[in-house]
Every structure is written in structure tokens, then in C-alpha cells.
């Protein structure tokens, strides 16, 4: 979808637009949130809160320089990181406190107990990589970033993109099957 229209309306004051970036935007932010082992209503938190943000510093953002996406996630990010890092959070939550997706109610009753044992294996082992495995990991696969978008977001280079990426899957890998062995 070709922003520049939004982005020229926006720019002249009109402030209606913006809920069309929000439309784009919050779908694929709660994602990526989720996938940093944020709660669902954290995730809505931190996305609002890098909404009126990125409102806020809209002057501040050049096309040119990046695309707004990535701005935006890069605003999330930061966020995160710092709601993660803040002495008064306490990372402990259940396995239901995960936000694992809800399986589908197509699914038979076996499936979606299945799916659901499966959504909060992978939320458990998300939630003991470092946040930068996980930052990495959710705009690698989550958000389809490419490395080099990847690697302007995490103020890094390719090559430690890379790394990261390869032992964030090696790490997560370990982790679901050291606890499918546990449960065996």
C-alpha cells in the first residue's frame, strides 16, 4: 500500500489518516509484542503507547530514512525494552498469562487441546530467550522483516543479526525439547 497520501494528508494537519496506519499497524505490533512474551493487554498497552508516540514525533519521521513500519516497531522496541528492564517488573506468569493464541473453535476438542499445549510450550520457551533473541526472533518471523531492517531496528550489524537468529533457533529448539523430555 502506497503510504506517501497518508503521509502528505498528515502532514498538512489532517489527523483523520492516521487511524488508517493504526488499522495497518496494530495487528502485526500486537504480534510482534506477543512474541516478546508480552500478556495481550501489555502488548495493547505498549502498541497504544507507541502509537501516540510515533503521533506525537510524526514530524520526526523521513521516509527517506526508513519506512514507517519500521519506525514504529523500532518506537515498540524501545518500549519494551524498557517496561522489561524496569526494577518494579516481575516477569513471572503462568503459562495462561502467556497470551498463547486461542485455538481455532473449527478445531475437533482433541485439536484444539493440542494446540493449545503446543501455543504455551512455545510462549514458555520464548520467555527464557534473552530479549534480544526474542526481538529478533519476532521481526525475523513475526513481522518478515529482512536482516538488514532487522539489524537498523536492533542497532546492529548484519553479521550479528545473523548469529543471533541462528542461536536463537538452536536455543529455542533446546528449550521445547528439553520440556517435551521432561513431560515424556
Same mark, same amino acid.
Given at each position: 500500500m502506497d503510504l506517501k @497520501?497518508?503521509? !502528505?494528508? #498528515?502532514? !498538512? +494537519? =489532517?489527523?483523520?489518516?492516521?487511524?488508517? #496506519?493504526?488499522? #495497518?499497524?496494530? +495487528?502485526?505490533l500486537f504480534g510482534f509484542l506477543g512474541r516478546m512474551g508480552f500478556a495481550q493487554a501489555q502488548a495493547e498497552e505498549i502498541a497504544q503507547e $507507541?502509537?501516540?508516540?510515533?503521533?506525537?514525533?510524526?514530524?520526526?519521521f523521513d521516509p527517506r530514512r526508513a519506512q514507517f513500519v519500521t519506525w514504529l516497531f523500532a518506537i515498540a522496541r524501545n518500549l519494551a525494552l524498557t517496561e522489561l528492564s524496569s526494577a518494579a517488573r516481575r516477569y513471572e506468569q503462568? &503459562?495462561? =498469562? +502467556? $497470551?498463547?493464541?486461542? @485455538?481455532?473453535? =473449527?478445531?475437533?476438542?482433541?485439536?484444539?487441546?493440542?494446540? $493449545?499445549q503446543q501455543s504455551a510450550l512455545l510462549q514458555r520457551a520464548l520467555r527464557q530467550l534473552s530479549m534480544n533473541e526474542?526481538? %529478533? #526472533?519476532?521481526l525475523a518471523y513475526v513481522q518478515e522483516l529482512d536482516l538488514a531492517s532487522i539489524a537498523r531496528l536492533e542497532h546492529c550489524s548484519l +553479521?550479528?543479526?545473523? %548469529?543471533?537468529?541462528?542461536? &536463537?533457533k538452536l536455543r529455542l529448539r533446546e528449550l521445547i525439547e528439553h520440556d517435551l523430555g521432561e513431560r515424556s
Open positions: @497520501p497518508i503521509f !502528505a494528508a #498528515l502532514r !498538512a +494537519g =489532517d489527523r483523520r489518516p492516521y487511524a488508517e #496506519l493504526i488499522r #495497518l499497524y496494530q +495487528g502485526p $507507541a502509537f501516540l508516540r510515533a503521533w506525537q514525533n510524526f514530524h520526526q503462568s &503459562a495462561e =498469562d +502467556g $497470551a498463547p493464541e486461542q @485455538p481455532s473453535a =473449527d478445531l475437533e476438542p482433541h485439536q484444539r487441546l493440542e494446540a $493449545a526474542r526481538s %529478533t #526472533l519476532g +553479521g550479528a543479526v545473523k %548469529t543471533r537468529l541462528h542461536r &536463537a
